[in-house]
Every structure is written in structure tokens, then in C-alpha cells.
């Protein structure tokens, strides 16, 4: 079943998945992730390299190279399992990829480990993957509006996520949040995004830690009345976040979205029955 659910997500999302291939960074991702592959397969480059099968032929993995891609195959299907969209399940898979053809260099010859080392350092630095760019019903704040907005019309409901563009976990959880601005938003509930690793101060005020080692970006703070009523992932005493998945049903559960929605509906209502009683006055 763990390999099923993987695999009939990727079938599902294939022409989005094509698109998303078709892009640089996920080209020259791909080009990385076989790199291994491609210098043990091709015929003039394989024939010079060194090997520990019994039948001397360096054109085809010995022993060690297949118990190291297979440790690092059981890795990845362990990852996906708790992978909530395909660009997670695709993430993770460069990811492992990059770090097998890292320590299969490295064994092959300490030379080209070091190439590819810093050939993947280079490429980390200086690409990124694509920002998600699809539809949305979302306010971005900054740290000069955020206070004012949250605090506007204490009636509204507001959701905000904290977030860092360097995040993976963040640009993985793009479309899943914005898919619930498009079904949830209205009047009375409002869906906002932050971006902490651009703005320190609103970090240091809300309690967000931007440390890669942290593992609370992205979180989702529910604000009433300006004021935080809930967060995820919540946050133990020293100062470590709890495990939590940011899957859409998790979100819609934990954040009672369909009651919210169903209040701030009656909310938008009021507000347009009395726009209509100062018009007609």
C-alpha cells in the first residue's frame, strides 16, 4: 500500500507532473540525479573505472553500489509516506538521488566525489525550485501592514501562514493552501501568507523560528479578534515544535474551517444586509 498511494498520485497529477519536468530546475535536477548512472552505463567512460565484481566488469554495479541504492530506495518510500503533495513525493526522490550519487563518487574515486560535492553545493545556491504561481484568494502582509490588517475588523477571521521561499516544506504546501484560500475565503474569513525569511522582526514577534533545524515553517496561526487563538504546529515547552502534517484534511479538521466558514457566511451576510438599509435610506 505505501507504494500504491505514491504511485496513483503520480499517475493522477502526470500532465502537471510533465510541465513541472519541462522546467530548468527539474531538468538539470534530473541530469544531476543520474549522474552516477549515466558514468557507470556509458560505453568508453565505464571501461576506465575501477570495480569490486568478481567478473571485472566495470560497465555494471557491484555488490556495494546496489546495497547502497537500495538502503537509500527503502529511505525514500519511508519519506513519501508522509509526503501530502506530488512535488514532495519528486522532491524527495531528487533529494535521496543527489545523496547516493554523492557517496557512490566519493567511493568510486575521492576525485569525482568532490566534483559532484561542489557541482550540487553550486546548484543548491544558486537555483531554486519553481514558486507556485497558480490561482489563490490570499493576502501577502509585510512587516508594516500585518499588525494593521489582523486588527482591521475584529469580526474577521484570519488564518496567516508563516513562510521562507527557501523552505521545501513551504513551497510544497503552496498549492495545498492555496487551494483552501479558494474554497474558504469570504468576507468573514481571510487567508494570509508572511514571509519571515524576508521580514526578521515579524518572526522574533510571532514566535516563529526561520532555523532550518527548527521545523515550524511553515506554521498556520489562526487569529480572532487580532488575536492568536491557535497554531500549527504547536510548539512544546523548550521551545521545540511538535510533528504535525499539513495535509488539507488535517488543516480543515484541526482549524474547524467548515464551522469558520459557515459563521463568517452569516457574517458577510450582515454586512450586506446593511450596506442594503444605508443605500435604500
Known sequence: MALLTPL?????HLPQVYKWLLKPYYIASLFMSIAFLAVRKTPGICDHLATQREDGNS???DWREVEILMFL?????MKNRRAITVEQHVGN??????VANVILFF???IRMGLLYLTLCIVFLMTCKPPLYMGPEYIKYFSDKTIDDELGR???VTWIVEFFANWSPECQS???VYADLSLKYNCAGLKFGKVDIGRYG????????????LSKQLPSLVLFQGGKEVMRRPQVDKKGRAVSWSFTEENIIREFNLNELYQKAKKLSKTKGDKVKQVYIT
Open 93 to 98: 526522490i531528487i533529494l535521496f538521488s543527489k
Open 8 to 12: 496513483f498520485a503520480f499517475l493522477y
Open 153 to 155: 475588523d475584529s469580526r
Open 59 to 61: 560497465c555494471d554495479f
Open 107 to 109: 567511493r568510486l574515486d
Open 73 to 77: 530506495s527503502a529511505i525514500v518510500m
Open 173 to 175: 504546501f503552496a498549492s
Open 201 to 212: 522582526e515579524v518572526s522574533k514577534k510571532y514566535k516563529v523560528s526561520t532555523s532550518p
